[in-house]
């Protein structure tokens, strides 16, 4: 899986792409748990290019939002999620504790 | 002689005219014709045969084409008689026969004395003379008498005495002194006439000279009582008698001489064959070849060259050299000298006299004033391994016999040559394999690598001439080797200790080179700048370095002290090492291997336990409810899963129902999904509203979810007896409803709330549906929906309403079974990504 990772002023942004599964969401979890290790913890993870994600990667987003939230104002919000991943993580129940954003240019400056 | 002679006589002594001349040899010759048609040509071209023809003639007489001739003839032959011709005759043809009987029989004999007593029989016999002796002379020139027939007591008395008694007698003088060049009469025998005794009347004979080739071999005499002195005839007879037995003595000395020879060879060769096969040793074999086939030609000089490189002839055994020509080792075949040549044309090659040829020999050759030598190729079936050669300082001394049998000696040298070559190479083999073998045995069973490497630096040092072995591992993220065991004499503490004392992390020249090679090397210390040190633990100039490499991967390095004595054996000595690296090597990475594979099987059988738990705490059956037809399907695409389904018998009869998703797979999931589990049950049995016990299993899964796990869950509570149906939706796939009349819809797509664990207090809507007799409810979970083909498609809630609505007839057992089979069909080769969990429930026709 490409996961591209921007650091910005004051937010990074994770591009993940592709299937988001159980092979797939260990490497999406290295990275964010990286970012947060390296004291990162305003994250936008742009969903853009994800065509699917299953339980294993909503974990990896829970986790990581999870710890970033140790931080005051630490967060970690979605962008651009397609219509299919929307109603997975509506389904779960994520669109109630994710902040989700329609671009990244919205997400991050929303922090 | 024949009858041409007697008639020519005949027609003087009766002067014939030249037509009654012609006449009666017109008459001869046609009776002559007449005889050859009764068949007995091999008489009639005799003059004697007429005599014994008579009665023949008298036959003659009778037939009408020869009866006007028969007279003429008949005066022939009676004149033959009266004239006493016909004896005179008889006795040539005699002895012609004797002669011809004599040859024949000498032809058939290749034994010397038989050859001489035949002659001596059929001569007295065939001419009737009784009598007859024969000198032979000897090497030493001096006669000797060699057989004989009819002696007088006088000659034969005390042994012979009177035929060796010297000083030679008239006969001897004479074939001494040349003048006995042909058959003569002795009228006056010396030994017979000074002989005491008997002589039978005996007093002279004919000495007949046995000659071969011009060359003197010896005295034949013969006589008889009756015997007057020998006629011309007779005597020309006796010599020819006398030339023939000096053929058969020829011939018989000469096969004498050649199977003595081949005699002589073939002891030789048995002999040599017989040392140079006992010895196993390729030196000493090569030297052996070379003395003994000097000893054997009565050679001055003798060598032997060895094939050692490409096109190189190498002098590898000399005798008779001299030694400055020695000095210096590795003298090479000469191109163009008579060694290089037999090797070169892969034939013998002989020099009668090499200092006469055009190049007068080469250095060597000269200064060793060889002339004659022999040079033959030494071969090994078709292929030329060397050349024998041998010199003499006389010309001509090597005979193309010599040649002859100097190739069978190298016919034997190259067989013993291979022999002690193949077991040089075979025991060499043989102790390289001990040698492992021994490695192999002891370190088999070792279990741990401490166990390998101590008995490793125990056994290579024994095997590899070294008394210290050791061992430094490599440490891959340091990029240095560790020093970590040293064995060997045990008394030596201080190499202990220096060897503890040496840095955590050796690099430098020696051990790039073993990252490098990654092969056995010996290195000295001024080629090792840097590790100073460690030639200082083992006290040594020189080590032998080994690298233990498995797989490649390198685990670490061996370090040996070989003895200066190895020096010797440098190849045979990194061979060995080479192999004992290996399986060092091996040996460990295989105990490394051994214990990921022990852990492996032991991780593997925790799983094999949680998945037998995890089946456990499934329903093994659907519960029997009137009117209603369940079956739940379960297919973990791992040996754990998160996923699981229940059924819980309620108080009041109703049937609670729970599909169930945990998030992310494997054991964390196993375990979650228990306890999961287990609080979902207890809340649907605590409370009947399944909205309720909802959020009571979401506020105790949720209390304790540091891990970030959630679990989807769609629960609900069936009243069998009518049908109806609550059902609460936490963030699972929406079930499907499909009725009788194929029609379907989803329950709680829209109405759901979040999967359990994520948030706290929540209130999740609780909706409610009644299903219709011939109504089927399919509970799945994403492993359905999500499975996905080669071209990533996924198979969708579409499909699976379509699958379910085309086998709605099915009983609920194979219902489930068609959407398990249908969604592998859909994913075609595509392995199970996701676990399947399905529980059906058919509301079944009244």
């Known amino acids: 899986m490409d996961i591209s990772v921007r650091e910005m002023k004051r937010v990074v942004l994770v591009g993940p792409s592709g299937r988001i599964d159980h092979q797939s969401a260990p490497e999406l979890q290295k990275v964010l748990d990286e970012q947060i290790a390296g004291g990162h913890f305003k994250i936008v993870v742009d969903m853009s290019n994800v065509t699917y994600i299953s339980s294993a990667g909503l974990r990896v987003l829970l986790a990581a939002r999870k710890g970033v939230k140790r931080w005051n104002r630490g967060d970690l919000r979605l962008a651009g999620v397609q219509p299919f991943v929307r109603e997975t993580l509506e389904l779960v129940g994520f669109t109630r504790i994710f902040e989700i954003y329609d671009d990244t240019v919205d997400a991050v400056g929303s922090f | ?846």
């Open chain 2, 1 to 846: 002689m024949d009858y041409r002679d007697a008639f020519a006589k005949y027609v003087e002594s009766q002067e014939l005219s030249p037509q009654e001349a012609a006449d009666t040899w017109d008459a001869i010759l046609a009776f002559e014709r007449w005889l050859a048609a009764t068949g007995q040509p091999a008489v009639l071209s005799r003059t004697a045969a007429l005599k014994y023809r008579a009665d023949l003639v008298a036959q003659a007489a009778d037939r009408e084409d020869l009866r006007q001739r028969v007279a003429p003839v008949q005066r022939f032959v009676s004149w033959l008689d009266r004239t006493g011709q016909a004896e005179v005759e008889e006795r040539t043809v005699q002895a012609l026969d004797a002669l011809k009987e004599i040859t024949t029989a000498l032809n058939q004999t290749a034994d010397l004395q038989e050859a001489i007593e035949t002659t001596l029989r059929a001569v007295t016999s065939l001419l009737g003379l009784g009598t007859g002796w024969v000198f032979l002379l000897n090497e030493a020139d001096a006669f000797i008498p060699v057989a004989d027939i009819g002696l007088p007591p006088a000659l034969s008395a005390d042994d012979r005495r009177e035929l060796r008694r010297e000083p030679e007698c008239e006969c001897q003088w004479q074939l001494r002194t040349g003048r006995l060049k042909r058959a003569v009469n002795i009228v006056q025998c010396s030994r017979l006439e000074e002989a005491n005794g008997d002589t039978a009347g005996l007093r002279y004979h004919a000495s007949i000279p046995i000659r071969a080739r011009k060359r003197t071999l010896g005295i034949l005499n013969v006589t008889g009582s009756s015997q007057e002195v020998f006629s011309g005839a007779d005597l020309q007879v006796l010599g020819a008698v006398g030339d023939a037995l000096g053929m058969a003595i020829e011939r018989a000395r000469l096969i004498d001489y050649a199977r003595s020879r081949r005699l002589r060879e073939q002891e030789t060769l048995l002999r040599l064959s017989r040392e140079l096969l006992s010895s196993l040793d390729p030196r000493h074999v090569t030297q052996l070849v070379v003395e003994e086939a000097a000893r054997i030609f009565d050679a001055d000089a003798a060598t032997l060259a060895l094939l050692t490189g490409e096109d190189m002839m190498t002098i590898v055994a000399t005798v008779g050299w001299q030694q400055e020509w020695l000095e210096g080792g590795g003298y090479r075949a000469l191109p163009g000298g008579l060694t290089h040549r037999a090797y070169v044309g892969g034939e013998t090659i002989i020099e009668a006299d090499m200092l006469a040829s055009p190049s007068g020999g080469s250095d060597l050759v000269r200064a060793h004033g060889w002339r004659a030598g022999v040079a033959v190729p030494v071969a090994i079936r078709d292929t030329v391994i060397g050349v024998l050669t041998v010199y003499a300082t006389t010309a001509d001394h090597f005979s193309d016999d010599d040649s002859r049998l100097l190739g069978l000696i190298a016919a034997q040298a190259a067989l013993a040559i291979h022999n002690a070559r193949e077991y040089e190479e075979k025991a060499q083999e043989a102790w390289h394999r001990n040698a492992l073998l021994q490695v192999a045995e002891n370190i088999r069973d070792l279990s741990t690598m401490q166990d390998i490497l101590e008995t490793v630096g125990h056994l290579a040092p024994m095997f590899l001439g070294a008394t210290s072995c050791g061992f430094f591992l490599w440490n891959g993220p340091a990029a240095a080797f560790v020093p970590h065991l040293i064995v060997g004499d045990a008394d030596d503490a201080q190499c202990r200790e220096r060897f503890a004392a040496l840095p955590a992390a050796q690099t430098g020249v020696l051990f790039d080179r073993v990252l490098a090679v990654r092969q056995p090397f010996l290195v000295t210390q001024p080629e090792a700048p840097g590790s100073a040190d460690v030639f200082d633990v083992f006290s040594a100039k020189r080590l032998l370095v080994v690298p233990l490499v498995a797989r490649s991967l390198l685990v670490g390095v061996m370090i040996l002290d070989p003895s200066s004595e190895t020096e010797r054996y440098t190849t045979r000595l990194l061979d060995i090492a080479s192999g004992m690296g290996t399986q060092t090597a091996v040996a460990i990475e295989n105990e490394r291997l051994r214990r990921a594979e022990m852990e492996a099987e032991r991780l593997a059988q925790e799983l094999e336990l949680a998945h037998n738990i995890q089946r456990s705490f499934l329903p093994d059956q659907a519960p029997t409810l009137a009117g209603w037809d369940i079956a739940p399907r379960w297919e973990p695409a791992r040996i754990v899963t998160g996923d699981f389904y229940d059924f819980v018998m309620q108080p009041d009869g109703g049937l609670g129902v729970v599909i169930a998703d945990v998030s992310d797979k494997g054991a964390p999931a196993a375990i979650f999904m228990a306890v999961s589990r287990s609080l979902l049950r207890a809340s649907s049995l605590a409370y009947s509203d399944v909205a309720e016990a909802i959020d009571h299993a979401n506020a105790l899964i949720a209390a304790d979810a540091e891990s970030s796990m959630f679990v989807t869950a769609f629960l609900l509570n069936l009243d069998g007896r009518v049908g109806h149906i609550d059902f609460v939706n936490a963030g699972h796939n929406p079930p499907l409803l499909v009725r009788a009349d194929g029609t379907h819809e989803w329950l709680g797509r829209e109405a759901h709330g979040p999967a359990l664990g994520i948030v706290l207090d929540y209130r999740w809507p609780q909706r409610s549906v009644d299903l219709a007799p011939g109504d089927t409810l399919v509970l799945y979970t994403d492993g359905v929906t999500e499975a996905i083909n080669g071209d990533d498609e996924a198979f969708g809630e579409e499909r699976l309403a379509q699958v379910v609505a085309q086998g709605r007839d099915l009983s609920a057992e194979s219902l489930a079974s068609h959407i398990v089979d249908a969604v592998a069909e859909f994913a075609g080769g595509h392995p199970q990504f996701d676990d399947i969990t399905l529980v059906v429930l058919k509301r079944l026709g009244e």
